[in-house]
């Protein structure tokens, strides 16, 4: 499956952000789906993702502001992004876990299929 991450930009602290990742060559219902995150000089850290089923993860440092899910109409991975804070300052990926795999992971390791980064940028 390819991945194709969207909706960056730049927003002021308190603000909001959608971000969405459009899948090709496959379809995101039979695919475990994450968004990770880079921030310049660290790490890239897991933020949530999506099962098969549906069900969803998220890191702790989401707490309920963000939320991720499927469009299966548009084949798509969201990830809907409420108060955010200049923490939250980083390049934005979507992946995807190897098809025959349920469960969901938090390890960069465990996804396969990458898309390109998405620049979310919060402003004091």
């Known amino acids: 499956v390819q991945l194709q991450a969207s909706g960056g930009g730049l927003v002021q602290t308190g603000g909001s952000l959608r971000l969405s990742c459009a899948a090709s060559?496959?379809?995101?219902?039979?695919?475990?789906m994450g968004w990770f995150r880079q921030a310049p000089g660290k790490k890239r850290e897991f933020v949530a993702a999506?099962?098969?089923?549906?069900?969803?993860r998220s890191a702790d440092f989401v707490r309920g502001r963000f939320t991720i899910s499927k469009d299966y109409a548009k084949n798509t991975v969201d990830l809907q992004m409420n108060t955010l804070n200049p923490e939250d300052t980083a390049a934005y990926y979507c992946a995807a876990r190897p098809p025959a795999i349920t469960v969901i992971q938090t390890t960069t390791q465990a996804y396969k299929s990458w898309g390109q980064g998405t620049l979310v940028t919060v402003s004091s």
């Open positions: 060559g496959g379809n995101v219902s039979n695919y475990v």
């Open positions: 999506v099962s098969k089923t549906g069900s969803t």
